[in-house]
């Protein structure tokens, strides 16, 4: 009990459907989940926000096989893009030398299988470097939605958060971080929520947290549903 009374998700939280008018159509896959993936039902949510809140530039930090980029691919316009950044190929540790959790998975599975060959393949561009190194300077303020699933550790989530800041528009756009209650991902995201009033709120049923962000900082909340069909 002390922890949930602790845990200030409990208060901020948020239906899938606050984001989606009716009727609201998306097609979603490979909804198959593996050990490591966004869970199917988050899965679906990953690819209604995009489409919901009409993203057209979509940034990854954490490709894994890739099931994530192509379910998020599907729900963007035929001129969008998603980018994704993972480990280099067969590294099993990250920039700082020290190899983790999050470092070794990059070398269970080849970095975005599942949607080489596919259609969204073509809106897809697989980008490799760590993300606390990796230079994203030449995508600074061209993003609608940044998704942050690499590693999980706190300094990496405060980078990653940081780097999400300057990826996105100035004139707005979203934060997504997976496993939000979990690993370093829930202090940090708890700190900034305390100590920096940040607006984040919690995807009921899900680890997907979510912030809205506006000339590089989080902004407050919009009115939703944002699509009018
Ligand atoms: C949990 S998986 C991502 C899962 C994927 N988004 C999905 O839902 O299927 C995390 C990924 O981040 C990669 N990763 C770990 N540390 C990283 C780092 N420092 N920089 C970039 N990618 C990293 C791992 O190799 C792994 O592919």
């Not at 080489?116 to 470097?129: D, N, S």
């Not at 939000?180 to 995201?189: C, D, K, R, S």
Request: proline share 8%.
């Amino acid at each position: 009990m002390w922890g949930v009374a602790q845990d200030p998700f409990v208060e901020e939280r948020i239906a899938l459907s606050a984001f989606l008018p009716e009727p609201f159509v998306i097609t979603v896959g490979p909804l198959k989940s593996t050990p490591h993936n966004a869970s199917e039902y988050e899965l679906v949510c990953l690819a209604a926000l995009v489409k919901a809140l009409r993203a057209e530039q979509v940034f990854e930090i954490g490709t894994y096989d890739g099931r994530s980029s192509r379910a998020m691919a599907m729900s963007l316009p035929a001129s969008g893009r998603l980018l994704t950044l993972n480990l280099p190929p067969g590294e099993d540790r990250n920039a700082a030398g020290i190899q983790n959790v999050d470092s070794l998975l990059n070398t269970k599975v080849g970095s975005g299988f599942r949607f080489v060959g596919t259609p969204e393949a073509e809106r897809i561009k697989q980008l490799f470097g760590d993300s606390a190194t990796f230079d994203f300077t030449p995508f600074e303020g061209q993003m609608d939605l940044v998704f942050i699933d690499g590693s999980h550790e706190f300094d990496y989530v405060r980078k990653d958060t940081e780097s999400a800041l300057r990826l996105l528009k100035p004139s707005g756009g979203w934060i997504v971080w997976h496993d939000a209650p979990l690993y370093g991902v829930a202090p940090y995201l708890k700190q900034q929520m305390r100590g920096g009033q940040w607006p984040v709120r919690l995807i009921e049923g899900t680890t997907l947290a979510v912030m809205p962000v506006a000339e590089g900082r989080p902004a407050p909340w919009p009115n939703l549903p944002l699509l009018q069909l």
